[in-house]
T-cell receptor, first 113, second 110 residues
Framework: ETGVTQSPTHLIKTRGQQVTLRCSSQSGHNTVSWYQQALGQGPQFIFQYYREEENGRGNFPPRFSGLQFPNYSSELNVNALELDDSALYLC????????????FGSGTRLTVV | GQQVMQIPQYQHVQEGEDFTTYCNSSTTLSNIQWYKQRPGGHPVFLIQLVKSGEVKKQKRLTFQFGEAKKNSSLHITATQTTDVGTYFCAGIPDGNKLVFGAGTILRVKS
């Protein structure tokens, strides 16, 4: 059983650019959530996908968007990058809508310069 | 803003001492989850509590969920150096939005 895998592990982008982060959920998990974690803070909920539909969203602007595919893998897209978007982006998957805890990936460290 | 508050922010204990972190929500939670994040790592799920007043144990770790389902605690007995990390509580106050506390950083002196 593989866990949650994220790619890339590190990324440097310029302000104004667009970025796509990828996540493969753990086998058997149909729910994927994305989080932003700034240094020294707790993960902040961006949004969640359940069976390819967004079923929850945090306080992030529309330039943060996502997708979930039929195999339950997911993408996080961020447009018009800002310096404050620099953070660790975590993907987490869960069976049955998140009611049994989440398995996190190792994250993508995004630096915006 | 942050609906799940966690205290203390930081605790430095001598190996063998006990440690407790507290979590409080402004609203009733359907469940509370606890995670541990080692330095440079990612959050790892520890446990989920669902019932009012529930108490669960995992070896030296004891988790409690308050009667009103608004607060929770994690207690570690006789800390070891392997307990080092940040402990997060997380709950769902509404919808499907899992809200994390800011975490308690635990450092253990050997």
């Amino acid at each position: 059983e593989t866990g949650v895998t994220q790619s890339p592990t590190h990324l440097i982008k310029t302000r104004g650019q667009q970025v796509t982060l990828r996540c493969s959920s753990q086998s058997g998990h149909n729910t994927v959530s994305w989080y932003q974690q700034a240094l020294g803070q707790g993960p902040q909920f961006i949004f969640q996908y359940y069976r390819e539909e967004e079923n929850g969203r945090g306080n992030f602007p529309p330039r943060f968007s996502g997708l979930q595919f039929p195999n339950y893998s997911s993408e996080l897209n961020v447009n018009a990058l800002e310096l404050d978007d620099s953070a660790l982006y975590l993907c987490a998957s869960s069976p049955a809508g998140g009611n049994y805890g989440y398995t996190f990936g190792s994250g993508t460290r995004l630096t915006v310069v | 803003g942050q609906q799940v508050m966690q205290i203390p922010q930081y605790q430095h204990v001598q190996e063998g001492e006990d440690f407790t972190t507290y979590c409080n929500s402004s609203t009733t939670l359907s469940n509370i989850q606890w995670y541990k994040q080692r330095p440079g790592g990612h959050p790892v799920f520890l446990i989920q509590l669902v019932k009012s007043g529930e108490v669960k144990k995992q070896k030296r770790l004891t988790f409690q969920f308050g009667e009103a389902k608004k607060n929770s605690s994690l207690h570690i007995t006789a800390t070891q150096t392997t307990d080092v990390g940040t402990y997060f509580c997380a709950g769902i106050p509404d919808g499907n939005k899992l809200v994390f506390g800011a975490g308690t950083i635990l450092r253990v002196k050997s």
